[in-house]
């Protein structure tokens, strides 16, 4: 009995080392679990929003690159944005495109979040986790939108018109070889376990919507941002979107599927 039990521990040993799915289809299967239609609804929603920007009637600020100027005009092309959009439209705009772009990526990790919970505290715990995770990438937007502005104003200047694209997409491929982002993309597939209900549980998925935040904000931080800064707009976004999921999905992603079709995406812009 006791060589049995040795060898079946070691055998439970050896499926307990082996690592679940990023997605696994169980948990995104329950019906009463409200990450899938809450993320995939709050997407859509977002990227029908932004293609409506896009239109004629509109502008995407923060996607499209503003006609050409002399290197003498960039101060009026950047006080002329900054007349035109206001902080307001500014903020809203950035937060489009985090729920649009992010929100498909963050749904396997909520997803899973949760399916183990209570069915009666899923939602709660879901807007929780959700105001942690955005709340993070509203934060970084209060840096990063004036400066996206300015590297607009820089792309639009007459000889610079593809400096700024070009050093973003070489940015967002070299940082796929980076430890950190390797380090970040890990730590997105560790998913908690919240025990017994109440406050304690709605402060912890709080707390994890944070740190999901950080590391997607580390993990694809730059390849978002490219698309953006090179001036591509809704259709670019969207193909970074699909990379980056199908990278969440795989069991075992090499950086080669990552990189090679971000280089791919970025050529279209230089090009």
Not at 79 to 94: D, K, N, Q
Not at 231 to 260: D, K
């Amino acid at each position: 009995m006791t060589g049995l039990a040795s060898r079946a521990g070691g055998a439970a040993g050896v499926m307990t080392r082996r690592a679940a799915a990023p997605l696994a289809p169980p948990a995104l299967r329950v019906v009463s679990n409200p990450a899938v239609p809450w993320c995939l609804g709050l997407s859509a929603i977002s990227w029908l929003a932004l293609w409506a920007l896009s239109l004629g009637g509109g502008t995407l600020m923060l996607c499209l690159t503003a006609p050409q100027v002399s290197l003498d005009g960039i101060r009026r092309a950047l006080a002329a944005t900054l007349f035109v959009a206001s902080p307001a439209a500014l903020a809203l705009e950035w937060l489009l495109m985090v729920l649009a772009m992010m929100l498909p990526l963050a749904l396997p990790h909520l997803g899973i979040f949760c399916a183990r919970l209570y069915r009666d505290m899923r939602l709660a715990a879901l807007g929780a986790a959700l105001a942690g995770y955005l709340g993070i990438w509203m934060l970084v937007g209060l840096a990063t939108v004036p400066l996206m502005l300015l590297l607009h104003a820089l792309t639009a200047t007459e000889g610079l018109s593809l400096v700024v694209p070009g050093l973003a997409w070489l940015m967002a491929i070299g940082w796929c070889y980076a430890p950190a982002r390797r380090n970040a993309l890990r730590r997105c597939h560790a998913v908690p376990v919240m025990y017994g209900r109440g406050a304690d549980v709605y402060r912890g998925a709080f707390r994890y919507g944070i740190r999901l935040g950080g590391d997607c904000l580390v993990s694809c931080g730059f390849a978002m941002a490219a698309p953006m800064l090179a001036g591509q707009g809704i259709a670019a976004m969207a193909l970074v979107t699909h990379v980056l999921l199908a990278e969440r999905l795989r069991h075992r992603p090499t950086i080669a599927q990552v990189a090679l079709p971000l280089t791919l995406i970025g050529l279209t812009a230089l090009l």
